[in-house]
């Protein structure tokens, strides 16, 4: 099992910045997949941006040059810097793990980001 703790929410001006955290603990394999996805109101999750054990990183293309994902493996810590936030950003921020072999995926409690003025 792995657990997922997400924090770093909040409401955001147009504009503004947010940083959030996910620390993972449990059964870590080494060869993972951690990620960030977002679901808005009547919408899919869909995924934000990855970054596997060995520093792959991935983003969807609304996000490339506004977010970086990085990751600290001393605590197994993935972050999420989001700069230059739009109302469009707005949603429920999920943190995702994925084993790459057995690709089990675990996720976080979501954590909740508004952009609005």
């Known amino acids: 099992q792995v657990r997922l703790v997400e924090s770093g929410g909040g409401l955001v001006q147009p504009g503004g910045s947010l940083r959030l955290s996910c620390a993972a603990s449990g059964s870590i394999f080494s060869i993972y997949r951690m990620g960030w996805y977002r679901q808005a109101p009547g919408k899919q999750r869909e995924l934000v941006a990855g970054?596997?054990?060995?520093?792959?990183?991935n983003y969807a293309d609304y996000v490339k040059g506004r977010f970086t994902i990085s990751r600290d493996n001393a605590d197994n810590t993935v972050y999420l810097q989001m700069n230059s936030l739009k109302p469009e950003d707005t949603a429920v921020y999920y943190c995702n793990y994925r084993n790459l072999i057995t690709t089990t995926n675990y996720w976080g409690q979501g954590t909740q980001v508004t952009v609005s003025s």
């Open positions: 970054i596997t054990s060995g520093g792959t990183t």
